[in-house]
């Protein structure tokens, strides 16, 4: 069964629509890539499944509970959404660190925030931290960065800071883990640290969608693509196949135009 | 004489403070207020707040000292010759005159605050919107967002601006003698009048600029602390 589900957004930035009815659906452990130009719609359409944009209509399932329901009107509390939006964790292309915390922090933050609600928080706190605290080490370590804990954001390279924007998202526990671009704001050469961690992550049957630029990569690492042209999905499979034999002229188009 | 000086100056300098502190003591929150006010989605209330800024910052702090002492008593007694039975109009005539030190400090906190609202204005809206963005996505409130993740880079933010005007603040309080009350440079020029002599000013001078020396060191202080990290 499908653990993401995305049925028909649409999404208008006043007179311009962005999203003109986009459609997919993911299994659990399977990585998709979506890949498109600019202005093709791939970064709002992740931004609405994020809740960072509001759908104008169409459905969102995680893990078969609806996340988004276009036809649904009734207001919605606070607390339901951020309960939702913890089901998915988003990695930002700016990285968006928490500049005031060191690494340890800026991944344990939200999650102790968030245990702060648990009913047996008070008797169990310092269990419960300790907790936090030993997970968000495991992750860092994960992440090659267990000498940098103590670091601040800006004393770190952009490969190392979007490494600790990993951790803190997968801190959370997210069923689906997405990537909005994660290497564009990178040096070349710092881009392999974290196409590295996202092969690791994708062994460890993450399910993830990617938003990326790096054709190559997506290729290897994803089990499907989706190609995206003018706000709708010009073209989507198996990604070996439809990297090596686009089917539309779109696609083609987009692909020599890449490998130049 | 000296002695005699030293006293009378500590004195005022001493209502000095007292102005600057009380003045800050409810302009910081209150400019606060003011600026999300001025941030609001709701026009009423954002045009309420831009327009009380406009008026305030758009006109001397003498003039509001003037208004704001002699303002309500002067519509009090205009409302009492009315002598309305509208509930309003009877309500206005109770006002009264402000003590003048009240007066003071009334025109100094709205004023400060509306210079401080913009201060904090600037802050927060220069806080890039992916802090509030990676906030959310991390299922934190926006409270929570507020406090724990834009605050902190907020203030780091707004103290060179702020120390700047906190550093006027002290030079202003010697507006306060329009409306008479009493602070250190009023003192000091009691004895150019009955002594015909000149250094008190310049003794003055250096209460001003000791005091002003000792809020850099703070500020500074301050500032090295927030330097652990780049907002």
């Not at chain 2, 992916?130 to 880079?153: C, D, I, N, P, R």
């Amino acid at each position: 069964m499908a653990i993401l589900e995305v049925k028909d957004i649409k999404k208008s930035f006043g007179k311009t629509e962005v999203l003109k009815g986009v459609s997919f659906s993911l299994n659990e452990g399977e990585v998709l890539s979506i890949i498109g130009s600019s202005g093709s719609g791939k970064t709002t359409l992740l931004r609405c499944i994020n809740f960072l944009e509001t759908a104008d209509s169409g459905k969102i399932t995680v893990d078969g509970d609806v996340i988004f329901d276009g036809e649904d009107h009734s207001k919605k509390k606070a607390k339901e959404t951020r309960e939702k939006q913890l089901k998915i964790g988003l990695v930002f292309q700016q990285f968006n660190l928490f500049p005031q915390y060191n690494v340890l922090d800026n991944v344990t933050l939200a999650v102790k925030l968030k245990a702060k609600e648990r009913p047996d928080y008070k008797q169990n706190k310092k269990q419960i931290l300790a907790e936090i605290e030993e997970k968000a080490l495991k992750l860092l370590s994960d992440m090659g960065l267990s000498d940098k804990i103590r670091s601040y954001p800006c004393e770190l390279s952009g490969g190392q800071q979007q490494r600790v924007s990993i951790a803190r998202a997968m801190a959370l526990e997210p069923k689906i883990l997405f990537f909005d671009e994660p290497t564009s704001a990178l040096d070349p050469e710092l881009t392999g640290e974290i196409l590295k961690v996202i092969r690791e992550l994708a062994k460890s049957n993450m399910t993830m969608v990617i938003v990326t630029h790096e054709m190559n990569f997506a290729k290897e690492v994803s089990d499907y693509i989706v190609f995206m042209d003018d706000g709708v999905i010009a073209e989507e499979g198996k990604a070996q196949e439809i990297i090596s034999n686009p089917k539309t002229e779109r696609l083609q188009a987009f692909l020599s135009k890449i490998s130049d | 004489m000296f002695w005699n000086v030293t006293q009378s100056l500590m004195e005022g300098f001493g209502k000095t403070l007292e102005i600057f502190a009380l003045t800050l003591l409810f302009a910081l929150p209150l400019g606060l207020v003011i600026a999300f006010g001025s941030m609001s989605k709701w026009k009423p209330l954002k045009l309420v707040s831009k327009g009380l800024v406009w008026v305030i910052r758009g006109t001397p702090l003498m003039l509001q000292l003037i208004v704001i002492f002699y303002g309500p008593g002067l519509i009090g007694s205009w409302a009492s010759q009315l002598e309305s039975t509208n509930p309003l109009i009877q309500w206005l005539a109770t006002w009264e005159c402000f003590d003048r030190f009240t007066a003071v400090i009334v025109s100094f906190v709205i004023n400060y605050a509306c210079y401080f609202s913009e201060i904090y204005r600037g802050g927060i809206e220069s806080i890039p919107k992916g802090q509030y963005e990676a906030g959310q996505v991390l299922g934190m409130t926006k409270s929570q967002t507020f406090f724990k993740v834009v605050l902190l880079q907020v203030i780091k933010r707004i103290i060179p601006p702020m120390s700047n005007e906190i550093i006027t603040l002290v030079k202003d309080t010697s507006l306060a003698r329009t409306i008479s009350v009493y602070e250190v440079i009023w003192n000091s020029e009691i004895f150019i009048r009955t002594d015909g002599l000149l250094w008190p000013l310049f003794y003055t001078g250096l209460f001003y600029l000791i005091f002003n020396g000792l809020l850099t060191v703070v500020f500074g202080r301050i500032e090295k602390k927030l330097s652990y990290f780049k907002a």
